[in-house]
């Protein structure tokens, strides 16, 4: 499914129905830039600098998919505003249309105070859910005032949807962590709505949920859904069975719902994906293979075989044990020693937040200590950039890599695995992946790796550095067929005709 045959097919259920997402980051931000004042009139008048409004859309999947459903069906969007020039570019209740070149839904935002948004984002969601469910050997962080103000910014989230639903039929799609006690307040003070809330992370098994102190708020709040959606199938089954534990409900296994307070929420899965039309590249042979040499030499590339990585700076990535595993790869098989560099990008992410800082301060020492061991004078062997990338450049990086590498100790999906896929038209080039990750499941034709196993990992590298090309481009299509035919419209497609469904039998 394209994005126009996911417009027309929801248009249609949507009809007299609002839709109302619900999620923390925003489709669109304005920001305020500093730029040197342009012209000989401003010069003279001695103003040296300009202040000018801009807005930018965040390199984000989930805006990616849902933008063109709300162009489409003219909804509501409702996101924490916060860009710099937020403010003054929307009325006093927070709104405006967007996209703002071509007006076609409302973005309402939420203002947060400095004390909401590090309870309620770096602390509950951040530093107490996000380890909870990712299991990657974090310990979650449990405050009792984060908690105060995730119950808070929940709350006016929820009086917000409320708001904007009004007198009107809707449909409340809520995503992730961040709001796992709206979908309740919603349904308590509108039955009639029909709620649904994607997942986005991991749901850990039942021992390990346990710890939360706020467990039942926070599984009372998720069974005000009437559908809840996971990448995968096991996540259901851990969502459900936590659900069996801890709760007064029914837990019906054969329809795949628990019951409470006499209405059901059905769990479902919905692996995420991604547009792979943008992620094609140039069309002609002939200036893809000048792209890869222009990257190769931007890179300073002699020839060198390369391994490709991209991550949010997240302790969940296995960005340490990916590094680790190239050094034992140049110790085990010095052959390669000269021949192969890794290059990782790194997107810096909630650098507020200390365990985020000392990973980043790892990633630097574990890069240092491979180049410290094995470099020349002619030859690096881990070139590293912490910082964002335009996703053209990581389509151009994506092109030119024989080998891209994926190694998250848990993950509830990953995009990069299949970006990768999508930006190789020439079927050839191998995905190493790690197991542990929902894309995995999906994709099993990739070279799966236990990031924890060092020298599994390792090996795995070199048998992907020597994989003829023959079996590349054999596992390439089979690759490329999947991402082709599941991508993120048919995700969003399948939930929310799932969700039409339900309000029309309302
Ligand atoms: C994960 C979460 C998303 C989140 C993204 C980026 O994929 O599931 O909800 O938006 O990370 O993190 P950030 O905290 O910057 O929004």
């Not at 007198?167 to 809520?174: C, P, S, Y």
């Not at 992620?279 to 890869?292: I, L, N, S």
Request: contains cysteine; neutral net charge; glycine residues 6%.
């Amino acid at each position: 499914m394209n994005s126009a045959q996911l417009a027309s097919a929801l248009g249609d259920s949507l009809r007299d129905t609002r839709l109302i997402v619900v999620a923390n980051r925003e489709p669109y931000i304005h920001v305020r830039r500093t730029r040197p004042a342009k012209g000989v009139w401003n010069w003279l008048r001695g103003r040296r600098e300009s202040v000018e409004v801009e807005w930018t859309r965040p390199a984000s999947g989930l805006v990616t998919a849902l933008d063109p459903v709300m162009r489409a069906c003219g909804g509501t969007w409702i996101a924490h505003g916060s860009g710099n020039a937020d403010r003054e570019t929307a009325d006093a209740r927070g709104r405006l249309k967007v996209p703002p070149d071509k007006p076609a839904y409302t973005l309402r935002r939420i203002w947060l105070t400095p004390e909401e948004e590090q309870g309620y984002y770096y602390g509950l969601a951040n530093s107490a859910l996000w380890p909870l469910c990712h299991i990657a050997y974090a310990r979650p962080v449990f405050d009792e005032s984060d908690w105060q103000q995730y119950v808070r910014v929940n709350r006016r989230f929820a009086d917000a949807v409320i708001e904007e639903v009004a007198g009107q039929r809707a449909v409340v799609f809520v995503q992730d962590y961040h709001f796992a006690l709206l979908p309740r307040l919603v349904k308590e003070a509108r039955p009639d709505v029909t709620v649904c809330q994607f997942w986005h992370i991991p749901w850990p098994n039942r021992e390990a949920f346990r710890v939360c102190p706020w467990g039942e708020e926070i599984l009372h709040g998720l069974l005000g859904n009437d559908l809840i959606g996971f990448h995968v199938q096991y996540h259901c089954n851990n969502f459900l069975d936590t659900v069996d534990r801890a709760l007064e409900s029914r837990v019906d296994y054969e329809h795949f719902a628990a019951w409470r307070g006499g209405r059901p929420t059905f769990v479902k899965p919905f692996p995420i994906s991604i547009d792979p039309t943008l992620w094609t590249g140039p069309a002609k042979a002939g200036d893809r293979t000048a792209e890869v040499k222009n990257v190769r030499q931007a890179l300073g590339l002699n020839g060198q075989r390369l391994i490709f990585g991209v991550d949010r700076l997240d302790y969940t990535k296995g960005i340490p044990d990916r590094l680790k595993a190239f050094g034992r790869l140049l110790e085990r098989h010095p052959e390669w020693r000269g021949r192969v560099t890794m290059v990782q990008v790194g997107a810096p992410s909630r650098e507020h937040l200390t365990r985020y800082q000392a990973l980043m301060a790892e990633v630097e020492s574990c890069v240092e200590a491979v180049n410290d061991k094995f470099k020349t004078d002619h030859w690096l062997p881990v070139i590293y950039r912490a910082e964002h990338h335009h996703p053209d450049a990581l389509g151009q990086l994506y092109r030119a890599a024989d080998v891209c590498v994926v190694s998250s100790l848990h993950d509830g999906m990953n995009l990069v695995a299949k970006e990768f896929i999508a930006a190789r038209g020439d079927e050839l080039g191998v995905l190493v992946l790690s197991e542990f990750t929902g894309a995995a499941r999906e994709l099993d034709m990739a070279v799966h790796v236990n990031p924890f196993a060092v020298d599994a990992f390792a090996d795995a590298l070199h048998a992907a550095l020597l994989m003829p090309p023959a079996d590349q481009r054999k596992r390439m299509r089979a690759l490329r067929e999947r991402v082709a035919t599941h991508t993120v419209f048919d995700w969003a497609g399948a939930l929310l005709q799932a969700a039409c469904r339900m309000e029309a039998v309302r």
